[in-house]
């Protein structure tokens, strides 16, 4: 049985693995001194769109900016409000608000944690410009739904799937609807080696605008037709995220096949629930999320015997202090609060070997018992 540490996440497995296709990307773009945009970063966003089967990608800094580059496209700004979920990062709702928007939160599906279309219709008012679903853990909302729900009121739909790239919903790719955001952050399922991010779209107008607003604005070195950001993706991330894409497919299998191995085992642990997984979805499993009464006690004698779980995330949006300006308060989402108190991310990435699932859900009914 396997003792000893085990991460939530381990990047030196996944390194060790495809460490010299690695190693010779970072080199070539040395070489070329070809540090900003350039062929590097065309060739990652070609590669990116054919993966999402969408006409265009656009490499920018973060998910962060990504999403606020998307919301500045769609021309949202003071005044509007954008429809999101209050169970996300924090990213999700600062984006909205740096644009000078509202974020109106609705809760969440009880079973998925993803947003719950029923309760949409009821927070549009004459103000709402977009909806801003999440593909939390790397699971698709529902998106027909959604799709239908923002066609009726006009409506945007700039999807969150900064956890789920190479997910589908009913064999559709993100963006399911037009516009989607990745996160490259290093831990994400497509991890680069500091901060980067993407927005794919099929809108060739919100492509244009990204892809000048990310540089400044602008049209030429010197020549500036929108009063832009500085939020390019570096040529050294784009060079590592294309040798990491050609293997997100098998990654995702391992993802898949570590959560069945969990599932299976924790199907003999009652008091522990298991994640939904719809049947017309490819979840991607970004993380393996339980959820269980006593979660602080089995967190903290898991980390005490080296076993990384962690919450994500344990404090609603609608809570956290620098929101407090919204005045939402405990109560308002019952289900994300709930959820909030009961969830717990176990060890989850490709390289988690089959004896560590075993060793954990061994200790996690050693603990429970
Ligand atoms: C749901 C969600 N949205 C947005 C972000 C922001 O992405 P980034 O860290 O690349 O800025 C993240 C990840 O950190 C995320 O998990």
Redesign the pocket.
């Known amino acids: 049985m396997k003792s000893g540490k085990i991460p939530l996440v381990d990047l030196r497995a996944q390194y060790d693995s495809i460490k010299s296709e690695i190693d010779a990307a970072i080199q070539e773009i040395i070489n070329s001194s070809q540090f900003i945009l350039g062929e590097p970063v065309e060739k990652f966003e070609q590669e990116l769109a054919a993966l999402c089967a969408t006409p265009f990608a656009i490499g920018t ?7 606020f580059l998307a919301l500045k496209a769609y021309g949202i700004g003071p005044g509007d409000e954008v429809i999101t979920v209050p169970n ?5 709702v600062s ?1 909205i608000i740096n644009t000078g928007a509202t974020p109106v939160f609705v809760d969440v599906d009880k079973d998925t944690f993803l947003m719950d279309p029923n309760l949409i219709e009821k927070a549009i008012t004459s103000k709402t410009k977009a909806i801003l679903p ?3 853990y790397g699971q698709i909302c529902e998106m027909d739904r959604i799709l239908e729900i923002a066609r009726k009121h006009n409506l945007h739909v700039v999807e ?4 789920a790239i190479d997910a589908e919903y009913k064999g559709r790719k993100i963006p399911v609807g037009d516009t989607a ?5 290093p831990a ?1 399922n497509l991890g680069a080696y500091g ?3 993407a927005l794919v779209t099929k809108d060739k107008k919100v492509a244009e605008i990204v892809k000048k607003l990310r540089n400044h604005g602008r049209i030429s070195k010197y020549e500036s037709e929108l009063v832009g950001y500085g939020a390019r993706i570096d040529a050294l991330h784009a060079a590592i995220l294309r040798v990491k894409m050609k293997h997100i497919g098998g990654w995702s299998a391992l993802r898949n096949h570590n959560a069945k191995l969990y599932t299976e085992l924790l199907k003999q642990v009652s008091l522990v629930k298991t994640p939904t997984v719809k049947e017309h979805n490819k979840h991607v499993f ?1 993380l393996y999320v339980i959820e269980l009464d006593s979660r602080d006690q089995l967190k903290q004698e898991l980390n005490a015997q080296g076993i990384g779980a962690e919450v ?1 995330y344990p404090l609603p949006l609608h809570l956290q202090p620098a929101l407090k300006y919204l005045g939402y308060k405990e109560g308002d989402f019952p289900i994300a609060e709930k959820s909030s108190k009961r969830i717990l991310s176990l060890p989850m990435y490709p390289e988690l070997p089959s004896e560590n699932i075993h060793h954990i859900v061994n200790t996690v009914k050693e603990i429970l018992k």
């Open positions: 800094s973060s998910g962060t900016s990504a999403l996300s990062f924090i990213a999700t984006s999440v593909h939390l969150d799937a900064a956890q955001i990745f996160s490259f952050f994400k901060d980067a991010g970004h994500h």
